[in-house]
T-cell receptor, first 114, second 115 residues
């Protein structure tokens, strides 16, 4: 069975600085999707970034990028130029292609300080 | 609507009561999902609909939980004889067809508190 581990329950970063959130996962599959979702106090989960395991190039979306290490089963999220609006819970998630079940980690609460 | 809509936003009930939680997905999305998020945890899969039928209900914790989607759009999650352990945020999500790109669009959830 797949598992997703986020070992940092809480983190904080100064506005405009860079922060990296960690995620590791366990699977025997060779192809899969990995995601980072943001959950602000409104509770709505919002997709931040997605990575397909067969793509070696790390995904990037504006200030958000990932460091995907397939052999190490590691999928960290880097937020550059942090903004106050980035304050939220961040969840790492795993999904096998052709399925519909996300396996989520327990989340990291990020606080951006003014 | 533009996004996934869930009602009620908050529901407080007493142990043993029956509750219904409603989800209105994004127009045109054929796939609909329910997840449950307990305090301090990530969401956990409950059930998946493709059209009107429940394609996978393996995440429902027991037979007190049931969900329907009679016309392939709005879905209702029904919980009978509620227990304090059912307290959680119930998240609904939708996607176009089976989530072959992976992205799900979530609502803001219904927070259920069982006293």
């Amino acid at each position: 069975a797949q598992t997703v581990t986020q070992s940092q329950p809480e983190m904080s970063v100064q506005e405009a600085e860079t922060v990296t959130l960690s995620c590791t996962y366990d699977t025997s599959e060779s192809n899969y999707y990995l995601f980072w979702y943001k959950q602000p106090p409104s509770r709505q989960m919002i997709l931040v970034i997605r990575q397909e395991a067969y793509k070696q190039q790390n995904a990037t979306e504006n200030r958000f990028s990932v460091n995907f290490q397939k052999a190490a089963k590691s999928f960290s999220l880097k937020i550059s130029d942090s903004q106050l609006g980035d304050t939220a819970m961040y969840f790492c998630a795993f999904m096998r292609p052709g399925t519909y079940k996300y396996i989520f980690g327990t989340g990291t609460r990020l606080k951006v300080l003014a | 609507g533009a996004g996934v809509s869930q009602t009620p936003s908050n529901k407080v009930t007493e142990k043993g009561k029956y509750v219904e939680l409603r989800c209105d997905p994004i127009s045109g999305h054929t796939a609909l999902y329910w997840y449950r998020q307990s305090l301090g945890q990530g969401p956990e899969f409950l059930i998946y609909f493709q059209g009107t039928g429940a394609a996978d209900d393996s995440g429902l914790p027991n037979d007190r939980f049931f969900a329907v989607r009679p016309e392939g759009s709005v879905s209702t999650l029904k919980i009978q004889r509620t227990e304090r352990g059912d307290s959680a945020v119930y998240l609904c999500a939708s996607s176009q067809g089976q989530a072959n790109t992976g992205e799900l669009f979530f609502g803001e959830g219904s927070r259920l508190t069982v006293l």
